[in-house]
Every structure is written in structure tokens, then in C-alpha cells.
């Protein structure tokens, strides 16, 4: 019988990716998927360390092996970007870890393994590989609607408060030919929708053909079988002329802009080396809104970065009254290794005022989208149908092209559908509605299975 793997995935959008090509690696492997990770042989913890104390979060979380007898405890492996940043100060620390790989080197996870169980020695593999990569087609997506593929990998910019350059390396542009290869392979396997992703995806520049990232959103336009373009997450800076207008003018490319800005302060912006002001940004949103009518915008925002005063929070207060964003990511600024603001910034915002203006955002961006959505009731949207609701049976939720969630009464079949629906109710968080007449499933005994 083929032994089981499971696989634990933490953070972003890119770990889910590169789950999703550890478990295809792991199948070519001739490992199974174990029913839960509890009963599985292997166990692949997949880290992200862009959230506080992410290695004291790893080590509770592997706790729960550590009293099992040998015998009975999976193999382990930690991968992504605690790995990375560790290495194997892991193994000191939790001794039932086999493997350690870091971001650059995850495609060697299963010869790790198999020299892990051969030698009996625990390996640890951090290596900035430039040239080991996932086989084309390796990934096994879990999503029937949703196909992430990377455009690049890594990022050179080392904003302050940020790990991703020490995690995941320097900039990489993965190929045009292999981008597409994949989005064609996922369009034929069912995918409707595809992410391109990227830390900084609008820096895109094929190093196999004269492609920007226009270019790029326009060769993927061209594929056959998607119905949407979506991608993450663009750079206020790297904003194009051309990048605008293929959002305008390419209908598959959604209607939503996530572009984070991180503070409204142009001070605080400087301090974090983030390369824009907040006038800059304005301009661009002005612009951008000029060119894409209806378009939704969403941004990440940090509040009490090193040196963040009172006022300073009052320009992020008055940018997020300015955009109306549809939607936001807002953290407390922590520290985390490795990087400038910790080496040279000292965390001088007191937690509990952090947690004061988190609080005062938060209710602000509420409010924001609350009024936004209320202006869709009684409108009809398009979504395209993505997942079943895990809190009422026999509703179902699809996405705007602006990003908005909506939730509706349908069966299974909605699934991968792009819908009309019209909205009823809304919450700050996601609309309500029903579908269109011609969109309605057809009554039970129609023949379709919920
Ligand atoms: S652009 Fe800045 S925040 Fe984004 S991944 Fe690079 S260093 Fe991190």
C-alpha cells in the first residue's frame, strides 16, 4: 500500500501554491493523501513567517508529536520560509523533524526525504538554488475554480519592516513560455480563473521574449478556456500607463487592483523604504479610477511602524477616507529578523496604542465597505461561482470582478459558472442575493445533484 502524505500550509497565496506542487511531487513520489495529517506517514508543514512569532507558532504545532512513541510518529518535514530563515537550529530545537527546505530548494524534497530515511539523519536543505525548479505541471491544485501560477519568484527590494527578500531570495522571472504553458495546462484541466502571482508581479519581464506585465496579462487573455485574470500583488511603483490600459481593455482581466500602500504618511512611507509618497499614490489611484471605470481597489496597511506618531496615523486615517478601499489587510507593526527596521529602528509605539489605532482603522475600513455594499443592493452583478458556504447548506458564493464575495441559494452545478445575481442584502464583509432567473438551477428532480 503507497504510503500517505499530508501537507499543513501557512500564509500567503504563494505557500498555497507551493503546496500544491509539493503534494504533485510527493504523488510522482509514490506517496497517497492521507485522510488527515494525523494518520499520515509524512507530514509537511508549509511555513510563512510574514506573521508574528511564525517559529513559536511551528514548534506548538509540532509539539503534538513529540510524546507519540517513535514508531508511530510521521516522518516531518518543515519547508517554506521558516526553513529558510532557521534552518537547522529546527532540528535542535525538535529533534521529530527529518527534513528541513528552504523556499529555494523545495523541489528537493523528496530526495531529502528518501537520504533522511536512508541515512537515518535528519537533512537540511537551504540552498538558493537558481536552476532547481518544479516540473511544469507538477502542481496538484485543491481549488476547481482557481489556478495560481507564479510569474516571479523572490523580490529586491527590501522594504524595512519585510523578510520576504532574506525567505525568498532575490527577484526571478520565471519564462513567458512556461507561464502560459501552465495557464493553458490549468484552462484544460477545468480552471476558470487564473492568479498570477508575484511580490512584486508588475515587475514582470519575460526573460525569453519582450514582454512587460501587460504584455503578459495580454498573452494570458489569449488562452483559451479562462474566463478571468486576477493577480498579486502589484507594486504602487511599478504601476504602468500600459498596465492600466490592459486592465481597462482586456475583459478578462478583473476589475480589482489590490495595491498596497502600508501608511498614509509620506514620512513613514520613507522610513519603510517603500519608494512612493503618499502623493504619488493619490495621483496613481486618480489615475487608475480615471481609466478603469468601476474599479475596486484593496490595499495592506500597517499601523505603529518605528516612528509613527499620532499625526502620522491621521494621514493613514484621511488615505483610507480618500480611496474607499473595498477591501483591506491591516496589521500591527511587529518585528521580524533579519530585517532594517528591526536592526535600526527601535519599536517605539507602545502595543497598546498600536492596538488603539488597529482598532480605529479597522472600524473605519468597516464602515467603508458597509457603505460600499449597500450601494449594490438591488443591483445585478456577475460572479463567477467558487465555493460552497460552510455556514448554510444549500448556499453558495461567487466573486465580483471587483472582488466582492456573494453569496447565494444554489446547487453544486453553480460551481465554475460565471452568474447574474441580484443583491438583497449587505454586510461589510460579503452581499447576499439570488440569481438571476435564467442563472436558477432547475427545481429538485431537475436532474442536477446539490
Ligand atoms: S515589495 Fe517590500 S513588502 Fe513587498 S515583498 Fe518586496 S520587500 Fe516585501
Not at 506548538?60 to 516531518?76: G, K, M, N, Y
Amino acid at each position: 500500500m503507497a504510503r500517505t502524505y499530508a501537507v499543513e500550509t501557512f500564509g500567503c497565496q504563494m505557500n498555497v501554491h507551493d503546496s500544491e506542487r509539493l503534494g504533485g511531487l510527493l504523488q510522482q513520489a509514490g506517496y497517497a493523501p492521507a485522510g488527515s495529517a494525523e494518520d499520515a506517514d509524512l507530514l509537511v508543514v508549509n511555513t510563512c513567517s510574514v506573521r508574528e512569532r511564525a517559529a513559536e507558532k511551528l514548534f506548538a504545532r509540532l509539539d503534538r508529536f513529540r510524546r507519540r512513541a517513535p514508531e508511530e510518529r510521521p516522518l516531518v518535514a518543515v519547508t517554506g520560509c521558516v526553513a529558510q530563515q532557521e534552518g537547522a537550529r529546527i532540528v535542535d530545537r525538535a529533534p521529530i523533524v527529518d527534513v528541513v527546505i528552504g523556499t529555494q530548494a523545495l523541489a528537493m524534497l523528496p530526495q531529502a526525504i528518501e537520504e533522511a530515511e536512508r541515512t537515518g539523519r535528519p537533512q537540511v536543505d537551504t540552498n538558493p538554488y537558481d536552476n532547481v525548479s518544479f516540473p511544469l505541471g507538477v502542481a496538484l491544485r485543491g481549488d476547481p475554480v482557481k489556478a495560481f501560477v507564479t510569474a516571479i519568484e523572490g523580490c529586491n527590494d527590501f522594504c524595512a519592516f519585510c523578510v520576504v527578500p532574506y525567505t525568498r531570495g532575490r527577484e526571478r522571472m520565471r519564462p513567458l513560455s512556461e507561464i502560459l504553458a501552465e495557464v493553458s495546462a490549468a484552462a484544460d484541466e477545468g480552471h476558470r480563473e487564473v492568479h498570477l502571482l508575484g511580490q512584486i508581479v508588475n515587475h514582470y519581464r519575460a526573460p525569453d521574449a519582450d514582454c512587460d506585465f501587460a504584455g503578459l496579462l495580454e498573452r494570458v487573455q489569449n488562452v483559451e478556456g479562462i474566463d478571468r485574470i486576477r493577480f498579486a500583488s502589484p507594486h504602487p511603483r511599478h504601476v504602468t500607463r500600459r498596465m492600466i490600459e490592459a486592465i481597462r481593455d482586456l475583459p478578462k482581466v478583473c476589475k480589482h487592483l489590490h495595491l498596497p500602500v502600508q501608511s498614509g504618511s509620506t514620512r513613514v512611507l520613507a522610513r519603510m523604504r517603500r519608494r512612493h509618497t503618499r502623493e504619488r499614490y493619490l495621483e496613481l489611484i486618480d489615475e487608475i479610477r480615471a481609466q478603469v471605470s468601476g474599479v475596486s481597489l484593496s490595499t495592506d496597511m500597517i499601523v505603529g511602524f518605528p516612528g509613527e506618531t499620532a499625526a502620522d496615523f491621521e494621514q493613514t486615517l484621511g488615505l483610507t477616507e480618500a480611496v474607499r478601499y473595498h477591501g483591506m489587510f491591516s496589521f500591527k507593526y511587529s518585528e521580524r529578523p533579519n530585517t532594517l527596521a528591526r536592526a535600526r529602528m527601535p519599536d517605539d509605539v507602545p502595543e497598546p496604542e498600536k492596538a488603539r489605532r488597529l482598532t480605529v482603522l479597522q472600524a473605519l475600513q468597516q464602515r467603508i465597505q458597509q457603505e460600499l455594499h449597500d450601494a449594490m443592493i438591488e443591483r445585478t452583478v456577475t460572479v463567477l461561482a467558487d465555493a460552497r458556504s460552510r455556514r448554510r447548506a444549500g448556499e453558495y458564493a461567487g466573486r465580483t470582478s471587483g472582488n466582492t464575495v456573494v453569496n447565494f441559494p444554489g446547487d453544486s452545478t453553480c460551481i465554475g459558472r460565471l452568474l447574474d445575481v441580484r443583491v438583497e442584502r449587505a454586510g461589510p464583509n460579503s452581499l447576499w442575493g439570488t440569481l438571476s432567473p435564467a442563472d436558477e438551477p432547475p427545481p429538485a428532480g431537475g436532474g442536477r445533484v446539490d
